[in-house]
């Protein structure tokens, strides 16, 4: 397996990009650099798209148990060298060990939901209004996949997309984000050359988004668009790819609400709280951003959560006992900084935490939060856990749903019924009861409302997105066109 990651990778070659920039690639905790790449250009991304045009053709009529042998390889290939893997997603995102063994496994499980995919490209045959004919339906995959993966799960949410697409014969050319170019695409290239993936099916373009971020979505050879990231940037590409008549899908951002109604379990709700707020650091698009406590139960609640969050240990992610890493790069923390900042002089309180050194924002809760607050309104993205009081089931369901975002969410109550009443009210794709947001099963549809997003990802539902129907007619007797031609004869 190649572990020189200095090149992009076009047609199965390793090679430089193009461009006379350098994209320097440096490890959030130490700001060590990782590794120097000569960024692509608009005729490398050309190169990419033909090369996977070509190869695509082929590998559409490859047979099933191919397609799944070629995936379960790449299993072996990954497990092969999970340490080297687990390295760079830890020096790479700044993810903590425990949260990158995680992630490993989770990439682990997607991939093995896709082997079953060849065989699962049903299609029907169904009746027809007209005397003598069969109508036949064929699944067929849509060609190329354009695919733009995230900084915050580059492992796991790259191959989220891969693996299916090749899976129902598709090819790729993937763009992986600026701060994770090895851990969201490169890494990949290596993998799958090594389980012997036919060249040109895989191909990884590493260039700035300003330089070549639109032609990814806006050139005419990929089908479908893949994304992970903002809303902002997938309001974006959603429009470039409407524009070119391209499908896309795409998974942004989240305002995700936790919400510990007063027959809730407190022990349970605060250890489900405090999981689903600080695990990877919160930056994570399912994280709990907005935590609504019933007022009978919020201050035992609030004191029980400050004392265990005290608990977490943050700082250097590569120690297997750390809870709470590095965020991404400084813009990260001082964004958050300034909301703290703009929130404390509305009245909100530090319980715990506010300070942060270099790009460690040490973990913190706020109390005396509103649903105002900028805290509150905006999707923190970092370790920054803020309580908010609420008295009626209706007030916390208007406040939940208050701002236009729906991917996922959690509910806490002895009374299962009670929660679940709640849950049906809240307007998300996706929400848990007496558990937390950050839920991702291999089999289950993934995906967001409003502007967290279009289409689901996972299951028989990526099926849906990665592939397209064809009709096709049998006419098996001489049809009747009644007056128009007997007419004529």
Sequence with gaps: MNT???????????????????????????????????AATKEDLDEAYEAARIA?????????????????????????????????????????YMKAISEFRASINILKESTTYP???????????TAGKENRVYRNPLGVIGIISPWNFPFHLAIRSIAPAIATGNAVVIKPATDTPVTGGLIFASIFEAAGLPKGLINVIVGRGSEIGDEIVTHPTPRLISFTGSTEVGRHIGELAGKNLKK?????????????????????????????????????????????VHQDIYEEFAETFVQRAKNLK??????????????????QVDRILKDIEA????????????????????????TDVNNEMPLAKNEIFGPVAILIPFEKDEDVVQMANAYPYGLSGAVHS?????????AHEIHTGM????????????????????????????????????TTLKWLSVQRTPRNYGPFISQLK
Aim: overall charge negative.
């Design 4 to 38: 020189d990651f200095s090149n992009i990778y076009i047609n199965g070659e390793w090679r430089k990009g193009s461009s006379d920039s350098l994209m320097k690639n440096t490890n959030p905790f130490t700001e060590e650099e990782l590794v120097t790449i000569q």
């Design 248 to 292: 896309s899908a795409l998974e942004l951002g989240g305002n995700n609400v936790f919400i510990a109604l007063k027959e809730a379990d407190i022990d349970q709700a605060v250890d489900s709280a405090l999981f689903g707020k600080f695990y990877h650091q919160g930056q994570i698009c399912m994280a709990i951003n907005r935590i609504f």
């Design 314 to 331: 943050f700082g250097d992610p590569s120690k297997k006992d750390t809870n709470v890493g590095p965020l991404i790069n400084r813009d």
């Design 414 to 422: 002895k009374n299962i019924e009670h929660a679940t009443d709640m």
């Design 119 to 129: 065989y699962r490209m049903e299609g029907k045959i169904l009746p027809s209004q």
């Design 343 to 366: 929130s404390v002089s509305q009245g909100a309180k530090i319980r715990v935490g506010g300070n942060a050194e270099g790009n460690v924002l040490e973990p913190t809760v706020i």
């Design 56 to 96: 695509q053709a082929e590998w559409a009529n490859e047979l099933p148990q191919n397609k799944r042998a070629v995936l379960e390889k790449v299993a072996d290939v990954m497990q092969e060298n999970e340490e080297l893997i687990l390295d760079w997603i830890i020096k790479e995102s700044g993810s903590t």
């Design 431 to 466: 929400i848990h009861i007496n558990d937390q947001s950050v839920n991702d099963e291999p089999h289950m549809p993934f995906g967001g409302e409003k502007d967290s997003g279009l289409g689901r990802f996972n299951g028989e539902w990526v099926l849906e997105e990665f």
